[in-house]
């Protein structure tokens, strides 16, 4: 509904239902000096002086949302989002033929839309591989990780279901006095961790090029004095996604394979090479391990030690520390920003925290159904109901985004903090770009500092906690390159006795042989 203006002898509103901050300062102005007892000048109750109350902020700055210019919002997005999008791409996301590029939007709606459960699942394959690699050591006399590689691979086959039977038919290769099995199966282990996909100082490159961009904006809007009321805002939500540092982190770790044939491949020329292994193979399929940012079931202590433990509520626990610890930050920022209190654009980050701690529950109780062994079928549905319940937060996340970048939550109620003044009491400081200024100088970048600082500090604490898993190759390096010499070795030799083989036949055939 269009407002009245009923002055006449200040600047008027050029749009009554947009909202517009400068104007309603300089309306403001205009008004304290026509008339100074005007009851729009009367600030709420406890509200301090010089502030007006909500009904007042309608008439003086208009009413309705006020949409940025398009130059601010094209700069705000390459600015913001931009480098955000360009972190999500270095999440290990592998290929599969069927899914074709569906794998791909199921990880990013899951990462977005489920981050708890998402860092919980990367914690949970790399502590898989943690167990397995030490459960090898104990129990292997020699060459532990050539087992510990390739049981590592066959957990991408159903969660490590069925990993006891496989660990005792290779333990009774390791013992047997026949060297070829041992043999075939270092080949193997060689086989699956040279084409794993290992980006991770690309991960830690692109999380320090995320960070740089969030402080080099401030410092720069600091050097040019060019700071809008709406920065803070900006920069909350920016915080907000911070969690995708350890993330990116993670997913780089575990690595992974560059298509669903790849470990296949391998394993079963090893299964061919070795009469009566069973290895219980099948293709990788996202549902069932081949994606490692879903995990439904986080307990590894009993299938793979053989012991019971409470390791996966400590993961738990960090990656909720992760996203809590983001939400935090950009909470914290957004409250304090004048006006202080809960106003919309707290609302809209309270409610991106309650859906992902919802969200990560119903995938909990998801994988309490996985305790017991499911059907292939079964767990493909539960793999597309979470990516149903995933997908449209995640594009809600995306789009909030957006919007806000386009003025979504400029208006008067938004900057009012009325959820916790109540709407009575709510008021708005028309004057509040210097407060603003000397917060962005003093407040902000400390809030900023913290929240970085507090997720690169987990990154570490979870790295730390996944230290010893297999699927580092760089300790192997050399055995890699000693066993591909050798066989390099062995076919130039073979090349050479079939050339010497070929002359001895045709010297016996009478044929002259050119020196």
């Not at 005007?38 to 949409?67: E, F, H, M, W, Y």
Request: charged share 20%.
């Amino acid at each position: 509904m269009t407002t009245q203006d009923p002055y006449s002898n200040i600047p008027p509103l050029l749009d009554a239902n947009s909202f517009n901050l400068t104007l309603g300062r300089l309306r403001y102005a205009a008004l304290k000096a026509s008339d100074p007892n005007s009851p729009l000048l009367i600030p709420p109750p406890d509200a301090p002086s010089g502030t007006v109350g909500l009904q007042a902020c309608n008439v003086l700055a208009g009413a309705g949302r006020g949409k940025y210019s398009t130059d601010v919002a094209f700069d705000d997005v390459a600015t913001w989002v931009i480098p955000l999008f360009l972190l999500v791409v270095n999440i290990n996301y592998s290929y599969f033929q069927r899914q074709r590029y569906w794998n791909q939007v199921m990880v990013g709606a899951h990462l977005l839309g489920n981050p708890i459960d998402a860092v919980w699942s990367l914690l949970a394959k790399l502590d898989a591989g943690r167990r397995i690699r030490q459960r090898c050591r104990d129990e292997f006399r020699e060459d532990s990780w050539v087992y510990a590689t390739i049981l590592g691979a066959l957990d991408d086959i159903g969660f490590g279901e069925g990993f006891e039977d496989r660990f005792k038919q290779l333990k009774k290769i390791a013992i047997a006095e026949d060297e070829k099995p041992r043999r075939a199966c270092r080949r193997a282990a060689i086989n699956l961790s040279t084409p794993r996909v290992n980006n991770f100082w690309k991960a830690v490159l692109a999380a320090m090029a995320y960070i740089t961009a969030v402080v080099a904006n401030i410092a720069r809007a600091n050097l040019t004095g060019r700071i809008p009321a709406h920065l803070s805002h900006r920069i909350a939500l920016r915080e907000l996604f911070y969690w995708l540092i350890p993330a990116v982190i993670l997913s780089a770790k575990a690595s992974g394979f560059p298509s669903e044939w790849t470990s296949l491949g391998v394993m079963t020329d090893l299964q061919d090479q070795i009469p009566g292994l069973d290895l219980s193979l099948r293709r990788l399929e996202p549902w069932s391990g081949g994606n490692y940012i879903w995990r439904p079931n986080k307990d590894n202590s009993l299938s793979i030690s053989g012991a019971k433990d409470h390791r996966r509520w400590i993961l738990l626990l960090l990656s909720v520390l992760s996203v809590t610890a983001s939400w935090a930050t950009s909470f914290t920022m957004s409250y304090i920003t004048p006006t202080k209190g809960m106003g919309a654009r707290c609302l809209v980050e309270v409610c991106h925290w309650c859906t992902w701690i919802f969200t990560a529950g119903v995938t909990y109780v998801v994988g309490f159904v996985y305790r017991n062994k499911s059907s292939n079928w079964k767990k493909k549905i539960w793999f597309w109901l979470s990516g149903t319940m995933d997908l449209p937060i995640a594009f809600a996340t995306v789009l909030v985004l957006f919007l806000s970048f386009l003025g979504w939550w400029n208006s008067c109620w938004s900057w009012s903090g009325a959820y916790t003044l109540g709407t009575k009491k709510a008021y708005i400081d028309l004057d509040m770009e210097d407060q603003i200024v000397h917060s962005m100088r003093s407040v902000f970048p400390w809030n900023v500092a913290f929240g970085i600082v507090g997720q690169v500090a987990l990154a570490v604490v979870m790295l730390w906690f996944a230290q010893g898993h297999l699927f580092v190759r760089d300790s192997r390096d050399k055995e890699v390159q000693a066993e591909f010499e050798d066989r390099l070795e062995r076919n130039r030799q073979g090349s050479v006795m079939s050339e010497m083989q070929a002359g001895e036949s045709r010297k016996g055939g009478g044929l002259d042989v050119v020196p």
